[in-house]
């Protein structure tokens, strides 16, 4: 039902029973906004999703201190505080990205907000490990919400051809904020206690809820449409009016319907599954790295807890280059090849970047896991970290920006598929990150994952050639 942004030009108005947008520079049209209200709303947004996924690792290097607080020894219990929160961001899409499409972006954040706020409280005041593995999953459902809805939203406001900058700045949050979290959790714990990573978490989340509230406007053409004909049925008590989006067949509980199956079903489209697999493998390393930095830099150079989250600047710096990097030039390179190609746009121009930063990967794991391995200086195998932050980053930016415009009609669906196989690996691998290491020593065990990143490098490199063939093929092509 989402509707490309680019068709809602007034055409509709021909017959006067269809509410459309009054023509091409309607200032209601969420693509003509002045660019004040687009950057406070897009500045929203990504600070939003900047703030869920600290959430997300700040009980990392406390979850020792948790474990003792409650009176277990068991580290699969220690790492699940984590991952759990993952398992929301897996499950919370496919209820999210549907309503969304009935019902409008805002209304998600908003609602979302207020109860990531009520979960983070419900942590912090916790009283046994059971229900603060809980609430932890609870607020990973609600704190999905930028994830899922954040790129769709820019693309509502933001046309194709200058659509990369802005989704690299939003993708900062999401990359960005969990190699926050576990700084930020490393030296509230032994200073104050391993609550007030949750006491903090809830603080910002009550003070970004505000901003929601009260500043972020709706951006879903479907959502502003549906309202106007409201409104205009009221006016004119003219109630055979309809949205130029609208549909008259279904119900809303049959749209709901279709809609929650819709990111499944695009998820076993081949290009979808792809992209989609690539990216939560690559997501899954870097949340195994936030999960096992206190052990690896514990056992073999004698950090702390605070110490280990400092390790994770590394990775971090990595996300920030990769993403000035795509930033830089993922429009000029998609105009350029645009250009080349007779003026002819293709979703494939924006996959190059992905090619070069699928190289960074191995080089990173095989990096950071041999020379931690054999105890070089701890600068070492962190400089390691930055090279596979800057893949990760690389590859999830880029393949956020390649859905978005492959499959523009249905933006929340198809980041929303996306999410649910990412959240999946990124929750489920970190669980066997001990074992694996274990049993095959960090050298071994990150050449493993290095050996696995090797084994997708023809990946993007396939899709920029064969794509757009892939996507049209009458054989392999989806209805969704």
């Given amino acids: 039902m989402e509707l490309d942004k680019t068709e809602t030009k007034g055409e509709g108005q021909e017959d006067p029973s269809i509410v459309d947008f009054d023509g091409p520079a309607d200032p209601e049209n969420p693509l003509n906004w002045s660019k004040a209200r687009k950057t406070t709303s897009i500045v929203i947004v990504s600070l939003t999703a900047l703030l869920s996924p600290i959430g997300s690792t700040i009980s990392a290097a406390a979850a020792a201190d948790i474990l003792e607080h409650f009176g277990s020894t068991d580290e699969i219990l220690g790492t699940l505080l984590t991952t759990i929160y993952l398992l929301g961001y897996a499950f919370g899409p496919l209820v999210i990205a549907p309503l969304s499409e009935l019902y409008g972006r805002a209304v998600m954040f908003r609602s979302c907000a207020v109860l990531f706020t009520i979960f983070n409280l419900a942590c912090a005041v916790a009283d046994s490990l059971g229900s603060l593995i809980a609430f932890r999953l609870l607020a990973g459902i609600s704190g999905s919400c930028a994830g899922t809805l954040g790129a769709s939203s820019i693309a509502d406001m933001i046309v194709r051809e200058k659509r990369g900058a802005a989704m690299s700045a939003y993708v900062m949050g999401p990359t960005f904020g969990p190699t926050i979290g576990p700084i930020i959790g490393g030296y509230l714990t032994p200073a104050a206690g391993w609550r007030w990573g949750f006491w903090f978490m809830t603080i910002a989340s009550g003070v970004m809820t505000f901003f929601v509230l009260f500043f972020l406007p709706e951006s879903y053409a479907y959502a502003i449409l549906k309202r106007k004909t409201a409104k205009l049925r009221k006016s004119t008590g003219n109630h055979n009016l309809w949205s130029v989006m609208d549909t008259k067949t279904k119900k809303p509980g049959q749209l709901f319907a279709f809609a929650i199956l819709r990111p499944l079903k ?10 989609s697999a690539y990216a939560a493998t690559v997501f899954s390393y870097a949340y195994l790295c936030f999960t096992t930095f206190p052990r690896v830099f514990g056992d073999q150079y004698g950090f702390g807890s ?55 990967i191995p080089v990173g794991l095989f990096w950071y896991g041999w ?11 962190i400089i390691g970290t930055a090279f596979l932050g800057i893949g990760i ?20 669906s198809v980041l929303a598929a996306s999410a649910i ?8 691998l970190p669980l066997a990150g001990n074992a694996m ?32 063939r892939i996507r049209e093929s009458s054989f392999l092509k989806m209805e969704f």
């Avoid at 196989?421 to 489920?428: E, S």
């Avoid at 050996?451 to 064969?466: K, Q, T």
Wanted: net charge neutral.
């Fill in 437 to 468: 290491f274990d049993a095959l020593d960090v050298g071994w065990g990150n050449s493993l994952l290095g050996f696995i990143s090797l084994a997708f490098l023809p990946v993007p490199l396939i899709l920029y050639i064969y794509g757009e």
């Fill in 421 to 428: 196989l990412r959240c999946l690996f990124g929750a489920l």
């Fill in 393 to 412: 980053v690389m590859a999830y930016s880029t393949t956020a920006t390649y859905l978005v415009d492959a499959y523009s009609l249905y933006s929340a």
């Fill in 306 to 360: 605070g110490a280990s989250g400092l390790a994770n600047i590394g990775i971090g710096s990595g996300f920030v280059l990769g993403l000035l990097f795509c930033g830089a030039v993922s429009d000029r390179w998609s105009a350029y090849l645009t250009k080349k190609n007779n003026g002819v746009a293709k979703s494939e121009y924006r996959l190059p970047n992905l090619i070069i930063g699928a190289f960074f």
């Fill in 266 to 275: 695009m998820l076993v489209s081949p290009i979808v599954f792809l992209m």
């Fill in 371 to 381: 020379t931690a391995e054999y105890k070089v200086h701890w600068i070492v195998p």
